[in-house]
């Protein structure tokens, strides 16, 4: 149930469906900004709503892909009421809660570079 960036569109894309069908429409990606070397970080945490464009212009892809992570962290522990530490999660506990333990996954494996 590991997450992993792919290349897409001159940036990256992490699909939240590989940690469970309940992620399926989920995502969090990070797109080339208009000035070099800058990178937008952005995600939809909520199926049916707009994306979220967490910051413009963060310098370097592997600090919007940190910042998009932890904001996704944060507002999936938010919304489902999951603690946002929560840092392992068994593959019969709920979707939020292994959605957040993933996410903490990826975040310590860095580098995250595609």
Same mark, same amino acid.
């Given at each position: 149930?590991?997450?992993?960036?792919?290349?897409?569109?001159?940036?990256?894309?992490?699909?939240?469906?590989?940690?469970?069908?309940?992620?399926?429409?989920?995502?969090?990606?990070?797109?080339?900004?208009?000035?070099?070397?800058?990178?937008?970080?952005?995600? $939809?945490?909520?199926?049916?709503?707009?994306? $979220?464009? +967490?910051?413009?212009?963060?310098?370097?892809?592997?600090? @919007?892909?940190? @910042?998009?992570?932890?904001?996704? +962290?944060?507002?999936?522990?938010?919304?489902?009421?999951?603690?946002?530490?929560?840092?392992? @999660?068994?593959?019969?506990?709920?979707?939020?809660? $292994? @959605?957040?333990?993933?996410?903490?996954?990826?975040?310590?494996?860095?580098?995250?570079?595609?």
């Amino acid at each position: 149930m590991g997450l992993e960036w792919t290349a897409r569109d001159g940036g990256a894309f992490l699909d939240l469906s590989a940690t469970g069908a309940e992620g399926a429409g989920l995502w969090l990606a990070v797109r080339p900004h208009a000035e070099e070397g800058y990178w937008r970080p952005v995600c $939809r945490l909520v199926r049916g709503e707009e994306e $979220r464009e +967490i910051g413009d212009g963060v310098l370097g892809r592997e600090h @919007a892909q940190d @910042a998009v992570v932890k904001y996704a +962290i944060q507002a999936l522990a938010g919304l489902h009421g999951v603690e946002p530490t929560r840092l392992h @999660a068994d593959e019969d506990d709920p979707w939020p809660d $292994r @959605a957040v333990a993933a996410l903490w996954a990826l975040l310590a494996a860095g580098p995250h570079t595609v």
